[in-house]
């Protein structure tokens, strides 16, 4: 038989345990309603550019990874890990994506610092291994923590990679920003592109092999993106209803 204390400490016990379920279900439904509850001001983003149609159609397609707005919202601090073992060309490249992408994201900065850096930078590696220890068979790498462990839509930290044979830093690096890969076709080519035909070997040479080439629809599409009218967490869906559009548009 329990003692008449130790019912009323289970009693407590119980008690503080429905009180702590209750808190995180309110809370849980709280996040809920304001992620679900994030929307944009259309005219003030249109009167920004008075994008066409396609632009936004592409804005759409590549603006959006797991179908969310996930940009920055703080200074991106550009670490480069081990810059003793690599060339200066290396480094170099670094500080020309930063010095490409610095008007495009603007009023966030990006800027390069020596240590505590929220992008990591990691140049070419003879692997690439995930957190769980496992190999990647992939040219270069972006890993952004997931949601469980950040609870926030903004991007907090980013760690890129490009293994040693490969220069396709620039590329993971649009993904630290926030851009996926693109779905479809278009006919020009894009960072975050798959497909596209080139017309010459000299127009493959300029765009493909150049590290640092970057088309001005993918400018725009970052200038989009880090818009003060565009919020992370911003649904793709909710984003083509406000502009009419939807993906039959294409
Ligand atoms: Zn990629």
Not at 183 to 197: A, K, R, V, W
Not at 202 to 227: A, D, Q, R
Not at 238 to 245: A, G, I, R, T, V
């Amino acid at each position: 038989m329990f003692s008449k204390k130790w019912r009323l400490a289970f009693r407590i016990f119980c008690s503080i345990l429905f009180a702590l379920g209750a808190l995180f279900t309110i809370l849980f439904v709280a996040a809920l309603c304001i992620q679900s509850s994030i929307t944009m001001n259309v005219e003030e983003f249109q009167k920004e550019g008075n994008y066409s149609k396609e632009t936004m159609m592409l804005f759409a397609d590549v603006a959006f990874p797991y179908d969310r707005i996930r940009k920055w919202d703080e200074d991106i601090k550009v670490e480069i890990v081990y810059t003793d073992k690599l060339n200066e060309s290396l480094i170099l490249e670094i500080d020309s994506i930063i010095a490409i992408l610095s008007p495009l994201i603007h009023p966030v900065k990006i800027y390069k610092v020596p240590e505590n850096g929220n992008l990591k930078v990691y140049r070419k590696v003879d692997s690439i291994i995930e957190s769980n220890g496992k190999e990647i068979a992939t040219r270069g790498f972006c890993y952004i923590p997931p949601l469980i462990k950040t609870l926030s839509w903004d991007i907090k930290y980013a760690e890129v990679s490009d293994i040693w044979y490969c220069n396709c830093i620039f590329h993971e690096i649009l993904h630290a920003i926030g851009l996926q890969h693109s779905l479809y076709p278009y006919p020009f080519y894009m960072n975050m592109s798959g497909t596209y035909i080139f017309d010459s070997y000299e127009e493959m040479e300029e765009k493909l092999y150049n590290p640092l080439y970057i088309s001005e629809e993918e400018k725009l599409i970052i200038k989009m993106l880090y818009s003060p009218h565009i919020k992370s967490g911003l649904k793709k869906k909710k984003f083509l209803k406000l502009m009419n559009l939807n993906d039959y548009n294409r």
